[in-house]
């Protein structure tokens, strides 16, 4: 189920600002429960009451489910959270979420990690095909259909040479013990552009590769990172 660029967009901008803030709490998937009916970016809890934390189910509403935070079992719903998204004061509506999963807000964001760095790459790169006449979307390494026609996307995997077997100190094991969820995939079309892990390794079709931290420590800001890694595939 495909979306349009603004949703994709900015539904990138919501998780990765709540990953932001909080970056050791959740493991970051592409879902689409119900076998394949719904399209979602899935902020996983870890620890104890690991699960859904917070859905963003592109084609209706934002769901938090408090219970994935030790709280009560209520689910609180957004179906409103693109216009919230779109306004100067967004940072208001994720404050409420923050609220809403009994989490202070931060005074300072932390240090951005390796997997911080590379969704706000992600984020970035998606905003600059908005009003164009080109479609880019992101694609996570497995696809989580929730049960039948789950699995590592290895048609996506085959178009990057020197993929190795995801390694990141900072996470003990890959997410259910599939490295696959921790690669996403930037397509433009149907054409295979860019490949990024959660350790913040890039790859790129002709088999070439760059560590976006140590670029990151240079530039210290994601646009300059993003024309220093891919500008050939700027407008």
């Excluded at 050791?24 to 809890?45: K, S, W």
Aim: charged letters at 25%; aromatic letters at 12%.
């Amino acid at each position: 189920m495909s979306v349009n660029s603004i949703t994709e967009a900015l539904s990138w901008r919501f998780v990765t600002e709540i990953w932001r803030r909080y970056p050791n709490r959740f493991n970051l998937i592409e879902a689409h429960p119900g076998g394949g009916q719904y399209n979602c970016l899935v902020l996983m809890t870890k620890g104890r009451y690991s699960g859904f934390g917070i859905d963003v189910n592109r084609g209706g509403s934002v769901h938090v489910h408090r219970g994935a935070f030790g709280l009560d079992d209520e689910t609180i719903s957004h179906s409103n959270w693109l216009d919230k998204m779109m306004k100067l004061e967004s940072s208001n509506f994720l404050d409420q979420i923050s609220r809403e999963i009994g989490i202070d807000v931060p005074q300072k964001l932390p240090t951005s990690t390796p997997a911080t760095i590379t969704f706000r790459y992600i984020t970035e790169f998606l905003t600059h095909e908005i009003g164009r006449m080109e479609r880019w979307n992101c694609l996570n390494g497995y696809e989580d259909t929730s049960g039948y026609g789950s699995g590592k996307r290895e048609h996506l995997f085959a178009h990057f040479k020197g993929i190795t077997k995801f390694n990141n100190p900072s996470i003990k094991d890959p997410f259910y013990g599939e490295d696959a969820y921790h690669h996403w995939f930037l397509v433009k079309g149907d054409d295979l552009k860019l490949c990024i892990g959660t350790n913040g390794l890039l790859y790129k079709t002709d088999g070439s590769r760059h560590f976006l931290a140590h670029l990151y420590q240079e530039k210290k800001r994601i646009w300059p990172l993003i024309i220093a890694t891919a500008e050939e595939l700027l407008p």
